[in-house]
């Protein structure tokens, strides 16, 4: 099946520095990658819809100016938590979509983020 | 707007047992629906998922999923649990934008296994 990697596993930071992660998927292409946010014992929250070539669409909630997101091939995604504070502390999950399945995406292991 | 009610936070069942996880969606069109595993610290597996067709769904790892309209249910279900069935469970309904869909998670319903 299509795998999606994740990069970092987990990240510690100090408060007020910037943390990128990375999301690629492996074996196929994807034109569309979304972020999502889980708290502890939390269902997921979608926070942006990633699409390859142009910018993400966030969701309502979601600071674009905080949370930067970018899409620069079919097979990577950058989610950039920029001045991250300990409310920013959590797991960051991505997912890509088949460009050649419509109907499935498939998750990245996820990343966890903490701030100190 | 779509949602998913999952209503039991916590199942815990003995090893061996049967099991059901309840969910119950609301969507105003025939919904796109999704049975995902997380085992802790990791991403999400797909278990199972209903487009259309057969409303009995047979998934990995001997897991089952029965789509009612008139229940608005899909509820999850396996016959004999294994301890290493220990995990979150999410059930999720896809809206669909041109083609494609984006799911809506349920806050999820944790299984414990007892041996």
């Known amino acids: 099946g299509a795998v999606v990697s994740q990069h970092p596993s987990w990240v510690i930071c100090k408060s007020g520095t910037s943390v990128k992660i990375e999301c690629r998927s492996l074996?196929?292409?994807?034109?569309?990658m979304f972020w999502y946010r889980q708290f502890p014992k939390q269902s997921l929250m979608l926070m942006a819809t990633s699409n390859e070539g142009s910018k993400a669409t966030y969701e309502q909630g979601v600071e674009k100016d905080k949370f930067l997101i970018n899409h620069a091939s079919l097979t990577l995604s950058t989610l950039t938590v920029t001045s991250a504070h300990p409310e920013d502390s959590s797991f960051y999950i991505c997912?890509?979509?088949?460009?050649?399945?419509?109907?499935?995406?498939?998750f990245g292991p996820g990343t966890r983020l903490t701030v100190l | 707007a779509q949602s998913v009610t999952q209503p039991d936070i916590h199942i815990t069942v003995s090893e061996g047992a049967s099991l059901e996880l309840r969910c119950n969606y609301s969507y105003g069109a025939t919904p796109y629906l999704f049975w995902y595993v997380q085992s802790p610290g990791q991403g999400l597996q797909l278990l199972l998922k209903?487009?259309?067709?057969?409303?009995l769904v047979q998934g990995i790892k001997g897991f089952e999923a029965e789509f009612k309209r008139s229940q608005s249910s899909f509820n999850l279900r396996k016959p004999s649990v294994h301890w290493s069935d220990a995990a979150e469970y999410f059930c999720?309904?896809?809206?669909?934008?041109?083609?494609?869909?984006?799911?809506?998670f349920g806050r999820g319903t944790s299984l414990i296994v007892h041996p």
């Open positions: 209903y487009f259309s067709g057969d409303t």
């Open positions: 074996d196929f292409q994807a034109t569309t």
């Open positions: 999720a309904v896809g809206e669909v934008q041109g083609g494609s869909y984006i799911p809506t």
């Open positions: 997912s890509a979509r088949d460009s050649m399945s419509y109907n499935e995406q498939f």
